[in-house]
């Protein structure tokens, strides 16, 4: 999970203007082709247009147009090697969120930006406005372990696999040692108090906006949720408590596990998340020991590869996907600072512009219930092999991620079903509840925001030949359920570039955030896989079909 807010709208005109920049450019260089070799008339322009582009190539790379110029090297910290041009390619490729960034900015800003980065920086999760930073030591844990690194290509002659083999017989039977006046421990989720322990270290210490404005408020319901899945293990719910007589938990990684489908390959895997330390004691270096601890407790049953996300760039992402943001209650959001008003816009004609219907315009839409767990899965299964990386849910699965079970004041997941004739569901859609709390001032007037965050969903008309009727289907069927999402009292209704989410996405008035999450794979060498973006990371319909699974 990852912190995004909507992009502030002078951000947005200024990649616009970047985009039309390049699209006059195209332009240019075609009349001057038109007008052949011998056209003396062409050539300044194209002189002037080739000058702008090679500002904002050698932007991106860290070149200097000026030879006699002092290199990038000698302007940037020294507490790291560089990155090679080659390097940095890769790193932008592979991360669609940085080189938007880098393209929303003046040619001259990002280049100056990027002299300033060092390897260290740019590696370890450093975006330019230092959200979610990592240090060095955190780069050289990843550098241990078997992942993908940067500045490795993908070779067509490697087929998928698994990166490092394990040999079970040589996996360590015990934990390796905490520091001085620490010990290991098992979450025990059936009882409240230690629930309680993992709301508390988790709303204090997880994910918080880099404007320090919110924070992820996970309920015990939630984590419940989230965490106890069909076959979920106890040993996998780690924390670490102080010795002595406070006993006070400050650190915890949980694994859950699920099967994946990596492209053509099927396995059991687990789901890394909530892994949170304690603020005053991130010195100590307590990540890289909770992540070999659940490798190691993983590796004891069999289980050798693994999947995680978030807001960092680490080595190396499969893929990146983009948050988008669309309100519900815009005025409420505007006023604890979460979405901006646009220039030349006004409150009365945002809200105007953020108002929805009050009624669902599907027929037949109804809330799931569980005598539809054998058609949600069917469908589901059917929809979801469309894509490279996704989960394959069992119908247990079916029922605890989908079938709300709770009163309404505890609620989590909201889904709903189109049942056509004979009793079959022909479409399904789902969304979850995640609080934040608000931090400040207007905490007072607004404790918390309600969000919804788009779950999974699938539709009979994806299996249509061409996709016939698939972008018109998921218009009104995701529209439904931003409606629902309203009656139920949310704030925003947030989505990433998953799916088939390209298709609706701007057409139903989400917003671009500033966030993305970056997926991983532990253990296995594949290549990227696409994420809904293009490399300007804005929604494209034509890299679908990558990315089809919702960590939470």
Known sequence: MAESHPVDA?????????????????????????AGEG??????????????????????????????????????SKSGPKLDEATMKTLLDVNPALKGELAGLPPEKAQEVLKKLNVSDLLTG????GKNQKDMASYKFWSTQPVLRFDEK?????????????????VPKDAAPLPEGYEWVEIDLNNEVEVKEVYNLLSQHYVEDDHAMFRFNYSAVFLDWALKSPEYKKSWHIGVRAKGASRVLVATI?????????????????????????KKLRSKRLAPVLIKEVTRRCHLVGVYQAIYTGGAIL???????????????????????????PPNSTQAKMVVRNQLPTTTSTPGLRVMQEKDIDGVHDLLTRYLQRFELTQEFSKDEIKHWFLNT??????????????GEGGKITDFGSFYCLESSVIGDMSKKHPNIRAAYLYYYATEHAMNPKEK??????????????????????DVFNALTLHDNPLFLEQLKFGAGDGSLHHYLYNWRTKPINAGVDAKNRPDESKRGGIGIVLL
Request: hydrophobic letters at 35%; glycine letters at 4%; charged letters at 30%.
């Open 254 to 278: 949980f694994g859950i596990p699920i099967k994946l489908k990596i492209r053509e390959n099927v396995l059991d895997v687990v789901e890394i998340n909530f892994m949170c330390v304690h």
């Open 469 to 490: 009727g698939l972008k018109e289907r998921l218009l009104v069927l995701i529209n439904d359920l931003l409606i629902e999402a309203k009656k139920a009292k949310f």
């Open 154 to 170: 993908p070779d067509a002659e490697k087929p998928d696999g698994p990166i490092k083999p394990v040999i079970p017989e040589l």
């Open 406 to 419: 709770q009163k309404p004041e505890d609620q989590v997941v909201w889904s709903f079903v189109v049942e």
């Open 39 to 76: 056209s003396t008339t062409s050539k300044p322009k194209k002189k002037k247009k080739k000058s702008k582009k090679s500002k904002i190539v050698n932007a991106l790379t860290g070149k200097q147009e000026d030879k006699s110029s002092e290199p990038a090297e000698s302007s940037t």
């Open 126 to 129: 450093l975006t330019i406005n």
């Open 10 to 34: 002078p951000l947005q005109a200024q990649d616009a203007q970047l985009e039309s920049e390049s699209e006059n450019e195209e332009q240019v260089q075609d009349q001057q082709a038109d």
């Open 315 to 341: 080595p190396t992402p499969v893929g990146s996907a983009r948050y988008y943001h669309r309100s519900l209650d815009w005025l409420k959001l505007y006023e604890v600072g979460f979405s901006p008003l």
